[in-house]
């Protein structure tokens, strides 16, 4: 990991100078554009370079894998739902389907850990293991699962920048996904299980009070500390939290902006957080999830969501529903007139 | 205008009955898409059908008019701004070009009482009259010339969905409009000078009390009953305000959902409830701007925005940059598959 690690460095501040300087040019009134002023400065700090290019192409990869603990009873939906869903999706009927197709974004999904056979479906087929051990009984998995599962989000962000994309964006699929994303949010942030387990894609009180016990007693058979990244993702999986987190730290090595879906990729921008701190520089929150631990990772990750519409399915719906706001930013710094150019007069 | 009133109906509460019980069948938990569920619904009632198709095009108009209450110094930034920037958004230079060229929405820019001689610009010619009267002073416009201005905005709706456009967005492009807003949108909603008037596009802490004190006098000076909205408009102006209120009420004629701007839009859209309020069901808030008074307009509407990022440009961006989030509601809606479709157990 460290040969990779050392291709990220932090954002590039003269870059942000400028872009700062440009959008006081631009033809609006200063700050007009509120955040999205700040945007197209990050990404102008994320590219080294202002103004940023328009991404020319943008995809969202879906890390799909399963999770031992659905043993224990944290979600009603069986376990097979993941593998009918990667169906789904190469059909082109789920969610971020729809939302992709309407914004442009193109669709990898990537099997890297899914308990059942999907060698039939047209993914990148990258499994590590068919889904993780139960964490309430053990390690979910060992280092060694760990490093490859990071190895693959890292080497499919290599692949995607090499073959054009400007913009990564971060999808999951995953029964029980949420009971992993509360043990490591309540790890890297220092919160308790009831601070941030939620009711996933939709739980009564009485599996969330079970679901939440699930995750505090797991807390505490591991005890792994924050900083110990890789052994808190063998602690709780899952493997493609693992992934997303190569995938986050595979970004930031090729100075792409990566945009990051709910709280499943929330988790996942933790670790990579605890692994390279610079990595954060090239992360965006897409939006904010109804689950309650996404509110809690976003504050640790000091990241803004650009969108608050109440959405808690996964899959990068909400990192796919934000893309035009990031395109639109950087087409206004890369494309509008100035005062000067335009011959207006700026007061 | 009573003809073009009687084609207005409220949203078809069929269609809508259809569209939330097909939400619950497509893949994905129930409810997991948020306010996107309830916004695809609601397009299903505005256009009659379920699923609604998506949009195959949309367009901006920006209904672009200047104030006679420019003279009181209520805006730091000379009149001529507005006819510079009409020039600036045919060279494709403004914010809203950048924006509606991401997110391949078409531009109309709309001369609805520009001051300025802006006949050489290729756009669509409808002039009023060149800016309203000031006020702090008198009427700043005739029944007369309300009637017109609305006409404009009524037929240009008329004409865009016989184009072909699916959507209608609102911009506004006007120096010194955001006063004309905070008078409007105090009589519509009994609020006060102070509860709505704000910085607009950026002014100081004086120049700010002296607008606030401006639109407290002309409330006082015209006093005129939020029950006579075209008596209003006469009051306060402004000519794009009347085209608004026109081509929100032209949307609603023709079944399409008209996305609103920010604050601008929310004045028209009080003054288009007070002619029919079942204008309103076919408004969707495209964002909340940083204006004070836009929030209190949208209250009143009872509409939440989808985007809240500290806009405050106008020219329809905050329209446009909302735009894809509604064009994702609906295709999720219309191309969604079925759980029973993608022969996935649904619990």
Chains 1, 2 share one sequence.
């Not at 200063?30 to 991404?55: F, K, N, Q, W």
């Amino acid at each position: 990991m460290e040969r990779y690690l050392t291709r990220i460095e932090p954002a590039d501040e003269a870059a942000m100078r400028a872009a700062t300087e440009r959008q006081l040019a631009l033809t609006k009134p200063a700050g007009s554009l509120g955040v999205l002023e700040e945007l197209s400065i990050r990404v102008a700090g994320m590219t080294g370079v202002c103004p940023p290019a328009v991404p020319s192409a943008a995809v969202v990869s879906v890390f799909a894998a399963d999770h031992g603990v659905h043993a224990q009873g944290v979600s009603p939906w069986p376990q097979e739902v993941t593998a009918g869903m990667l169906a789904n999706f190469t059909a082109g009927g789920a969610a971020v389907n729809a939302f992709a197709a309407n914004n442009r974004v193109d669709v990898r999904v990537v099997d890297v850990g899914v308990a059942a056979d999907v060698s039939g479906l047209d993914i990148v087929h990258a499994k590590v293991r068919p889904g993780t051990r139960d964490m309430s009984q053990g390690p979910a998995l060992t280092g060694d699962e760990v490093m490859a599962a990071i190895q693959v989000g890292f080497d499919l962000a290599d692949q995607l920048v090499r073959d054009g994309y400007g913009c990564l964006l971060t999808g999951d699929m995953g029964i029980a996904n949420t009971t992993a994303s509360a043990a490591l949010i309540a790890t890297f942030t220092g919160t308790t299980a009831d601070d941030v387990t939620g009711r996933g894609t939709g739980i009564d009180d009485r599996t969330l009070a079970h679901k939440t016990e699930v995750v505090r007693s797991a807390l505490m058979l591991h005890d792994v500390p924050a900083t110990d990244p890789v052994g808190v993702l063998a602690a709780y999986g899952g493997l493609e939290h693992a992934a997303l987190a190569g995938y986050i730290l595979g970004a930031a090595a090729n100075r792409v902006p990566v945009m990051l879906d709910g709280v499943i990729a929330g988790a996942a921008a933790l670790v990579a957080q605890a692994i390279h701190p610079a990595a954060i520089d090239y992360c965006v929150a897409g939006h904010r999830s109804a689950e309650a631990g996404h509110a809690v990772a976003l504050k640790a990750l000091a990241l803004q969501p650009l969108v608050d519409l109440d959405l808690r399915l996964g899959e990068g719906t909400g990192a796919v529903l934000a893309y035009p706001i990031l395109s639109c930013a950087v087409r206004a710094l890369a494309e509008m007139a100035t005062f000067e150019s335009a011959g207006i007069d700026d007061q």
